[in-house]
T-cell receptor, first 113, second 110 residues
Framework: NAGVTQTPKFQVLKTGQSMTLQCAQD?????MYWYRQDPGMGLRLIYY???????DKGEVPNGYNVSRLNKREFSLRLESAAPSQTSVYFC????????????FGPGTRLTVL | AQRVTQPEKLLSVFKGAPVELKCNYS??????LFWYVQYSRQRLQLLLR??SRESIKGFTADLNKGETSFHLKKPFAQEEDSAMYYC????????????FGQGTELSVKP
């Protein structure tokens, strides 16, 4: 049982390049989330998917798109990367959109030059 | 407005000293509060949640609705407690998302 996995672990992009961050969970969880972590700002929610087939914007969605490919997978896409998107990205999942603990992936450290 | 505030960016204590990491929240409904911990270069993991009313690794936290606070306490800090601590508020009518505070880095010196 791997829990929540993320790929890649590290990535360096040039301004304007695109990429997709992958997230998968093997716990049969309904809800999945993407956060970014920046020093002094904590974790901020980018997008979330309360259940398969639905996605909603979080606090900082600009510059990102998401796809809930199936119940297991939730990807985050940067269409045209900007230096302001340099951050550590965490994916998380929870059994349902209710009063449950979120389980986090190991993170992707992204640098945009 | 839904908000979580952790007023201290860094808290530095000596081993064996008491620790209190402050957390205040703003939420109009019935809050559910969590403390998450992130050890160096590791993923975030749940430390405790207020509805469980449990003690994990010697840490406790009590929800004070009057003061809208959920401070994390430990009577005797250990070096292995050094980590980043995040307080989070569960917002369950919006897909179960969490609103995180800015985080407090706890440094326990020998």
């Amino acid at each position: 049982n791997a829990g929540v996995t993320q790929t890649p672990k590290f990535q360096v992009l040039k301004t304007g390049q695109s990429m997709t961050l992958q997230c998968a969970q093997d716990m049969n969880h309904n809800s999945m989330y993407w956060y970014r972590q920046d020093p002094g700002m904590g974790l901020r929610l980018i997008y979330y998917s309360a259940s398969e087939g639905t996605t909603d914007k979080g606090e900082v969605p600009n510059g990102y798109n998401v796809s809930r490919l199936n119940k297991r997978e939730f990807s985050l896409r940067l269409e045209s990367a900007a230096p302001s998107q340099t951050s550590v990205y965490f994916c998380a999942s929870t059994p349902a959109g209710g009063r449950n603990t979120q389980y986090f992936g190991p993170g992707t450290r992204l640098t945009v030059l | 407005a839904q908000r979580v505030t952790q007023p201290e960016k860094l808290l530095s204590v000596f081993k064996g000293a008491p620790v209190e990491l402050k957390c205040n929240y703003s939420y109009s409904g019935s809050p559910e509060l969590f403390w998450y911990v992130q050890y160096s270069r590791q993923r975030l993991q749940l430390l405790l949640r207020h509805i469980s009313r449990e003690s994990i690794k010697g840490f406790t936290a009590d929800l004070n609705k009057g003061e809208t606070s959920f401070h994390l306490k430990k009577p005797f800090a250990q070096e292995e407690d050094s980590a980043m601590y995040y307080c989070a508020l569960g917002v369950y009518n919006q897909g179960g998302k969490l609103i995180f505070g800015q985080g407090t880095e706890l440094s326990v010196k020998p």
